[in-house]
């Protein structure tokens, strides 16, 4: 069974608050999303990073509503 879509897509404001490594944002329709990962040492690291220090969290310079 073949299946054509044919579509038009109009953004006026795409707002996107945060998108991780294993996140997936998708505009329209696909047949599959297939997983990928990748893992480069660009830096050729010998070893792993010292941990990171903690950081207090300062409040907004400018006031934000809830």
């Known amino acids: ?5 044919h ?5 006026n404001l795409l707002k996107v608050g945060v998108i991780s490594n294993s996140s ?10 297939q997983a990928q990962s990748e893992l480069y040492n ?10 990171a220090a903690a950081v207090s969290e300062a409040p907004p310079l400018v006031p934000l509503s809830p």
Do not use: Y
């Open 42 to 51: 660009t830096g050729e690291f010998t070893e792993p990073a010292e941990e």
């Open 1 to 5: 069974m073949n299946i054509t879509v």
């Open 24 to 33: 997936v944002l998708q505009i329209g329709s696909t047949g599959a999303i």
């Open 7 to 11: 579509q038009s897509i109009h953004i």
